[in-house]
């Protein structure tokens, strides 16, 4: 059975750092693409990025560029969203969500991992 | 970057009504596209893929039409347990964008 498991909830101050994570077991990990969702409270699902863990070729959307990092440890079959200087406004919950393919749906997800980020 | 349009944005219906949700791409997409359900709470739940197909163990009630620009998520008698949000999502390139949403509430 495909799992994805995240890490659990966060309370972070503006300016700190996070990384969170996304351990898939029970498939192949190096050759699904996995990728991070952001929804904030009350919104809509916003895709913000894919990595392929077998090469660690990575794709950002154009809003999250140069605002998050996306990375894999395909070593311990774990996906990481990484912010360097958080903002309030980052504040959501995001989710990993996992492509067998390019021409592949997302088929499997995360439960989701709450970052709230506040002074 | 491929830009995708939901429409209506929330949607009033009654148990056993059918129901249809439709989304645009900026451009063509072939049949690159993915339906998705969620719930307050919850991760989304894949429903159909490549625009017409139907993911193993959702109920027949939901199809999916279109190619190119224009799609369709048809609910054909609409249940309690379907009472969700529903996202539209391109998958023709790796930025995959989702469809703004679109609320089934109760009438």
């Known amino acids: 059975e495909v799992q994805l498991v995240q890490s659990g909830a966060e309370v972070k101050k503006p300016g700190e750092s996070l990384k969170i994570s996304c351990k898939g077991s029970?498939?192949?990990?190096?050759?699904?693409?996995i990728g991070w969702v952001r929804q904030m409270t009350g919104k809509g699902l916003e895709w913000m990025g894919i990595i392929y863990p077998g090469d660690s070729d990575t794709r950002y959307s154009p809003s999250f560029q140069g605002q998050v990092t996306i990375s894999v440890d395909k070593s311990i079959s774990t996906a990481y969203l990484q912010w360097s200087s958080l903002k309030a406004s980052d504040t959501a919950v995001y989710y990993c969500a996992s492509a067998q393919s390019m021409a592949a749906a997302v088929g499997y997800w995360g439960q989701g991992t709450l970052v709230t980020v506040s002074s | 970057d491929i830009q995708m349009t939901q429409s209506p944005s929330t949607l009033s219906a009654s148990v056993g009504d059918r129901v249809t949700i439709t989304c645009r791409a900026s451009?063509?997409?072939?049949?690159?596209l993915a339906w998705y359900q969620q719930k307050p709470g919850k991760a989304p739940k894949l429903l159909i893929y490549?625009?017409?197909s139907l993911e193993s163990g959702v109920p027949s009630r939901f199809s999916g039409s279109g190619s190119g620009t224009e799609f369709t998520l048809t609910i054909s008698s609409l249940q309690p347990d379907d009472f969700a949000t529903y996202y539209c999502q391109q998958y023709n390139t790796l930025i995959r964008a989702f469809g703004q949403g679109t609320k089934v509430e109760i009438k």
């Open positions: 451009q063509s997409i072939s049949s690159w």
């Open positions: 029970g498939y192949s990990f190096s050759n699904y693409w």
């Open positions: 490549k625009a017409s």
